[in-house]
């Protein structure tokens, strides 16, 4: 399963990696692909504007009309579950009887 792990990482690192290739320079390229790439934030975290303008990503503020217009067709889900469900009962591991 790390393993697994190790492999995804590296795959997202190299798509970071190409989509910022000629946008970022080079010296800051490898950083921010290891900001981006390596579990920082969980998959839910937003990156706001100014936090992306604080890593150098040419991100602009301005978007056009139509396309916010084009968006709204689209409304995403809001979701009301938790991501996460607690189960208050004692786990069992594997091999280990309860006592």
Same mark, same amino acid.
């Given at each position: 399963?790390?393993?697994?792990?190790?492999?995804?990482?590296? *795959?997202? !690192?190299? @798509? /970071?990696?190409?989509?910022?290739?000629?946008?970022?320079? #080079?010296?800051?390229?490898?950083?921010? %692909?290891?900001?981006? @790439? *390596? &579990? %920082?934030? %969980?998959?839910?975290?937003?990156?706001?504007?100014? &936090?992306? %303008?604080?890593? &150098?990503?040419?991100?602009? @503020?301005?978007?056009?009309?139509?396309?916010?217009?084009?968006? @709204? #067709?689209?409304? *995403?889900?809001?979701?009301? *579950?938790?991501?996460?469900?607690? #189960?208050?009962?004692?786990? !069992?591991?594997? &091999? /280990? !009887?309860?006592?």
């Amino acid at each position: 399963m790390a393993d697994q792990a190790e492999k995804a990482i590296a *795959q997202v !690192r190299e @798509s /970071v990696r190409e989509l910022l290739a000629d946008k970022i320079p #080079l010296e800051k390229l490898e950083e921010l %692909t290891r900001l981006l @790439s *390596q &579990g %920082t934030w %969980t998959h839910d975290h937003p990156i706001t504007f100014e &936090g992306a %303008t604080s890593f &150098g990503l040419p991100v602009r @503020s301005n978007i056009p009309a139509e396309f916010l217009d084009l968006m @709204s #067709l689209y409304p *995403q889900p809001v979701r009301h *579950q938790p991501t996460v469900e607690y #189960l208050p009962i004692p786990r !069992r591991l594997k &091999g /280990v !009887r309860p006592e």
